[in-house]
Every structure is written in structure tokens, then in C-alpha cells.
């Protein structure tokens, strides 16, 4: 029997505009509205990462995130 799918917790957050319509790209291409999208997203986190790109991108991400904040 499949898990009930509850949205239990509620936060805010904050995203670039890259990031948001990315995420919103990707929720419709996956027929989930946003909430759902970011929960596969997680759940499912090891699955949809390349660990070695994803070192790199946050390494890249973190070294611009001062000048980009400006």
C-alpha cells in the first residue's frame, strides 16, 4: 500500500528567479505543483543528484553567493 501523501510541514523561503522558474519548469513537466515538485525533489534526493557535479556546483554557487546578494 502506497504512503499517503501529506504535506505536513510549511515554511518560508526565499529563491533566486533562476531557481523559482526552474522549479516551476519542472512541476509542470512533471504534472505537481510546486510543494509536490520540492517534496520528490528531497525524498528522492540521492536518486536525482550526481554527487560529484553537485560538489561542484555548490562550490561554484557558494563562491558567487556574496555577489550575487548585492
Keep these: ?14 529563491m533566486t528567479e533562476d531557481g523559482y522558474r526552474r ?3 519542472f512541476s509542470h513537466e512533471a504534472g505537481l505543483d510546486e510543494g509536490e ?3 520528490f525533489l528531497f525524498e528522492h534526493f540521492d536518486s536525482v ?16 553567493l556574496e555577489d550575487r546578494k548585492r
Design 1 to 14: 500500500m502506497p504512503k499517503r501523501f501529506r504535506l505536513t510541514r510549511r515554511f518560508p523561503i526565499a
Design 23 to 25: 522549479l516551476k519548469q
Design 37 to 39: 515538485a520540492l517534496s
Design 49 to 64: 543528484t550526481d554527487n560529484d557535479a553537485l560538489s561542484h556546483r555548490l562550490r561554484v554557487f557558494n563562491s558567487e
